[in-house]
């Protein structure tokens, strides 16, 4: 076994069966080859914060096994996630009032703060696609 690898199914067994199966989606979600990444988040940012938001697991395994299925409700549990991916304390559970308060009262760069509700579902849409 090469420096660093570790075997897929010994990550699958860590994680638990449901998240290893979310995990296609979360990998789609937070940036592959065909969607963007989050400004100045990476993949260990959006881990944490999935692991400290448990309820996005199901809308990721949801829409792994059912793609067709992305309603407002996924939305509304996306945008709460993006919410914590960006500030774990925020009060907030919309893309659009947390980039309010991140930018007028934290003084957050606009690079700093979270994608408009509109830009979050094109990219969530690009992402489940």
């Not at 893309?95 to 990219?123: D, E, H």
Request: glycine share 4%.
């Amino acid at each position: 076994m090469a420096l660093g690898s570790i075997p897929t199914h010994q990550i699958a067994t860590s994680l638990g069966a449901e998240k290893a199966r979310a995990l296609l989606m979360f990998h789609a979600f937070i940036s592959c080859d065909t969607v963007s990444s989050f400004a100045g988040k990476g993949k260990k940012t959006a881990f944490n914060s999935w692991k400290s938001f448990d309820a996005v697991m199901d809308i990721f395994a949801r829409l792994v096994t059912r793609p067709g299925s992305f309603e407002e409700d996924c939305m509304s549990i996306l945008e709460s996630y993006v919410v914590v991916m960006y500030d774990r304390e925020s009060a907030e559970t919309t893309v659009n009032s947390a980039r309010k308060q991140m930018f007028t009262c934290k003084g957050r760069s606009f690079n700093a703060i979270p994608p408009s509700r509109t830009a979050l579902l094109q990219y969530a849409q690009r992402a489940t696609y």
